[in-house]
């Protein structure tokens, strides 16, 4: 079964820092890739996806992507982090030909210190 | 804007009083996705209807139920609500044609059991 790990359950950073959150997952074939924002109180906002090609992808907001075959993961990144990224964030993994298997990683907290 | 719309964003129900929440997409998309989010947990899919077809989760709980009228519209019905019931709800629409399914979420509805 496919399963997802972000091992940063809170992670804080100063306004202008950099930001990276780790994610692994474990998929026996070629994975989608997906990450996604929740700020409190509010819905999941897609920043990327990744399903094939280029391994790096940018995404929304700033932030960007590396998919690592030989690592198994899919870190996030942010050059320089604002006081309005602090939010939930969520790795996800899905693959083809199945509607619906989106298998979450249980987040991380992103607080920024201003 | 194409979108997904949840309503009522906050409701507040007694225990054992049946609830309903709705979940619209003005996306077309033909896949449409509940699912159930705990604090400070992932969210945790409870059914989604590929077009009319119901697919139910194999630990969704009975008393969970839900419709879907058109391509649009997609309820979710809690028949007894109970106070582990309390949580936020997300709908989720996706485009599935075999592969490559972003799924796209709406801003919750976050439900209360008093």
């Known amino acids: 079964a496919q399963s997802v790990t972000q091992p940063d359950i809170h992670i804080t950073v100063s306004e202008g820092a950099s930001l990276e959150l780790r994610c692994n997952y474990s998929?026996?074939?070629?994975?989608?890739l997906f990450w996604y924002v929740q700020s409190p109180g509010q819905g999941l906002q897609l920043l990327l996806k990744y399903f094939s090609g280029d391994t790096l992808v940018q995404g929304i907001k700033g932030f960007e992507a590396e998919f690592k075959r030989s690592q198994s993961s899919f870190n996030l990144r942010k050059p320089s982090v604002h006081w309005s990224d602090a939010a939930e964030y969520f790795c996800?993994?899905?693959?083809?030909?199945?509607?619906?298997?989106?298998?979450f990683g249980t987040g991380t907290r992103l607080q920024v210190t201003l | 804007d194409a979108m997904v719309i949840q309503n009522p964003r906050y409701q507040v129900t007694q225990f054992g009083k049946p609830v309903t929440l709705s979940c619209s997409q003005t996306l077309n998309h033909n896949v449409m996705y509940w699912y159930q989010q705990k604090s400070s947990q992932a969210p945790k899919l409870l059914f989604h209807y590929y077009d009319k077809d119901f697919n139910n989760e194999a630990d969704t709980p009975d008393n969970f139920q839900s419709r879907r009228p058109n391509t649009s519209f997609c309820f979710l019905d809690i028949r007894s609500p109970g106070l582990g019931d309390a949580a936020m709800y997300l709908c989720a629409t996706s485009s599935f044609s075999g592969d490559r399914e972003t799924q796209y979420f709406g801003p919750g509805t976050r439900l209360l059991v008093l």
């Open positions: 996800a993994v899905t693959h083809t030909g199945t509607a619906s298997k989106l298998t």
């Open positions: 998929y026996g074939a070629t994975p989608y």
